[in-house]
């Protein structure tokens, strides 16, 4: 059974730096692509990075310059470097996995919190 268990969250100030880790039950690298999304109380759940197995990223315009997704195939650990964060950061984070074929698997979830 795939499991992904998120951590890093928790309470910073704006302009601080967090990072988020996602360490999965399996090999990282059976999964054609692993990303980050978020959401927000009252709103939807949003794409923040994405990264592929042959470790190609993308990221959402609204991070672009602030935030680094990578992966550590040897712990089977995807990361989500947050740089200069923003109130309107503020979301509970969550990591996925996209297998080749099938539906995507989701952790748990992990809570930021950005004072201003």
């Known amino acids: 059974q795939v499991q992904l268990v998120e951590s890093g969250g928790g309470l910073v100030q704006a302009g601080d730096s967090l990072r988020l880790s996602c360490a999965t039950s399996?090999?990282?690298?059976?999964?054609?692509?692993m990303g980050w999304s978020r959401q927000a109380p009252g709103k939807q759940r949003e794409l923040v990075a994405r990264i592929t197995s042959g470790g190609g990223t993308n990221y959402a315009d609204f991070v672009k310059g602030r935030f680094t997704i990578s992966r550590d195939n040897a712990k089977n650990t995807v990361y989500l470097q947050m740089n200069s964060l923003k109130p309107e950061d503020t979301a509970v984070y969550y990591c996925n996995a996209d297998p080749t074929y099938g539906n995507t698997y989701w952790g748990q979830g992990t809570q930021v919190t950005v004072s201003s």
């Open positions: 399996v090999r990282i690298f059976s999964f054609a692509a």
